[in-house]
């Protein structure tokens, strides 16, 4: 029988935990200035002259001056403590005041996400939204919630256009009243009821609350103890989410819904790496021993790492050792945890750089993932820094184990040389499903088939190493973290009966 901590108290969840010692003595001056009754204004004013301040000493302005090594402790870490500083006063401070206070007494409002995340030590991307939600008591009018959520809305333009801060409206979460959580919680049979439940389940210990109302609140978290702890993995990486998730890729449930650059379309992508079926295909056309990337290949940087690692650090939480929830020891420098951080670390620069280079052309986006043109984009415009980078992270950070590591140097020669020995025979068959766009040489033809020459390309680099690092993932998550959290969903059905 897994044993777990103590969870933390209730307090710790109204309270914010800054890395940041300035933005902590901030926070005391603010407290203190509301407690001497200080106007709306002048906290406005207070909170805007902070972020000012701070937003200033932790902007990129220049790529030249992200470094992989110090990317957490110069930018992420110092913009997660600023965005929860912003987040929770202004929410506070300025938004409940300004409530109806009959409406004020009536909501349980709270912030989950890696913003508020009590476990969250490596910070946040500038892209990173906030989820905010509140839930309201029954009696209260329809009208009312309507007001409520348009001043959501109101909310969210205001945080954006003043702070850059992106909050997540989703109807599904954002403002419900109490009875409609627990249904779902109680009757969780649709699709939608699971994955209302599993949302109120993984958040249970992690929540931060911003307008408390005790009764709402023991109401709908009392009701989520008895389910076991292994809906976290259903909530992060399963299939019963609200969300993707890495098994609804892997397993092909669902194509990846992304934002195309430049123009700003939304459209379901099939070419994701560790999906089954990409690989699968992948693997019938091109050699295995050649590392041919495809024409286009995308890797979902958010929900085959980020992800995983939230889940990780979520079950952490809540009391769980490493090995507890599949890794082999409790230590932090259990290879595979290492192995997941420093995947993470990676993932979140890569996502910072996204965001710099589609700001940089005017464009907003998706920087939830890295695709083939984006990657050979950086390799070009940002050069040989975005390759030493690249390969600082993918190596020296352990992303590739001892005969990878050799793989990818070899490429990389390859690559660097301009080498036009990668020539192959390939049948009239593989000819025929090449997709378009596919670039190669053709030296022989006959009726059976072809002799081709395919050039090496830094996409090469890109698509192995996101290969070896999702098949690691894949290797990781169906092979121990799936099976941990079957044993927890057992032992949770034994207490229960």
């Not at 926070?27 to 002048?42: C, I």
């Not at 110069?74 to 929860?84: A, E, F, G, I, T």
């Not at 333009?157 to 997540?168: W, Y």
């Not at 990780?312 to 929830?325: E, F, H, K, P, Q």
Request: hydrophobic share 40%; glycine share 6%; aromatic share 12%.
């Amino acid at each position: 029988m897994i044993k777990r901590s103590v969870p933390r108290r209730f307090e710790r969840f109204i309270k914010p935990s800054y890395l940041d010692r300035e933005i902590e003595t901030k926070q005391l001056q603010f407290d203190a200035l509301v407690e001497r009754g200080a106007s709306l204004s002048e906290r406005n004013k207070y909170l805007e002259k902070v972020f000012i301040e701070h937003n200033r000493k932790i902007r990129i302005r220049d790529y030249e001056q992200m470094n992989p090594a110090t990317i957490s402790s110069n930018y992420l870490r110092p913009r997660k403590d600023l965005s929860q500083f912003i987040l929770s006063n202004w929410v506070k401070h300025l938004f409940v005041p300004g409530l109806k206070p009959d409406l004020a007494d009536k909501i349980f409002m709270f912030g989950i996400g890696r913003i508020f995340s009590a476990y969250n030590d490596v910070g946040v991307q500038a892209g990173t939204d906030a989820d905010l939600n509140i839930i309201v008591d029954d009696g209260v009018s329809p009208a009312a919630i309507r007001t409520l959520t348009d001043k959501m809305h109101a909310l969210g333009n205001t945080l954006h256009d003043r702070f850059g801060i992106t909050i997540e409206i989703n109807p599904a979460f954002t403002v419900l009243k109490e009875k409609t959580v627990l249904q779902n919680i109680e009757g969780a049979v649709t699709r939608n009821s699971k994955a209302s439940l599993h949302f109120y389940k993984a958040n249970a210990k992690s929540l931060f609350v911003l307008k408390d109302h005790e009764r709402i609140r023991k109401s709908v978290f009392s009701r989520v103890d008895r389910f076991p702890d292994s809906m976290l993995f259903e909530n992060f990486l399963g299939v019963e989410c609200a969300k993707p998730s890495y098994m609804k890729l892997h397993l092909d449930i669902e194509p990846l819904l992304i934002v195309v650059d430049g123009s700003g379309e939304s459209v379901k992508s099939k070419i994701v790496i560790g999906s089954r079926n990409f690989d699968s295909y992948c693997r019938s056309i091109f050699p295995r021993e050649f590392f041919i990337a495809p024409p286009d290949w995308i890797f979902s940087m958010k929900y085959f790492v980020n992800r995983v690692y939230d889940y990780i650090c979520a079950m952490r939480n809540i009391g769980y050792g490493l090995a507890d929830i599949g890794l082999s020891t409790n230590d932090e420098s259990d290879p595979d945890f290492a192995f997941l951080r420093n995947a993470h670390m990676t993932m979140l620069f890569l996502q910072e750089l996204t965001q710099m280079n589609s700001a940089a052309f005017g464009e907003t986006g998706d920087f939830s993932y890295i695709s083939r043109s984006r990657f050979l984009k950086f390799a070009e415009i940002r050069g040989d820094k975005f390759r030493q980078d690249f390969e600082e992270m993918i190596l020296g950070g352990g992303l590739l184990q001892f005969s990878n590591r050799a793989k990818y140097k070899t490429l990389r020669a390859k690559v660097d040389e301009k080498a036009r020995d990668r020539i192959f025979t390939i049948s009239q068959a593989r000819m025929d499903r090449l997709p378009e766009g596919f670039e190669f040489e053709m030296l022989e033809r006959n009726e059976t088939g072809a002799k081709i020459c395919v050039p090496y390309s830094w996409a090469d680099l890109g698509y192995f190493a996101f290969c070896v690092i999702a098949s690691r993932i894949t290797l990781l998550v169906d092979a121990r973290l799936y099976p941990a959290a079957q044993t927890l969903a057992r032992e949770g059905k034994a207490q229960r009966n």
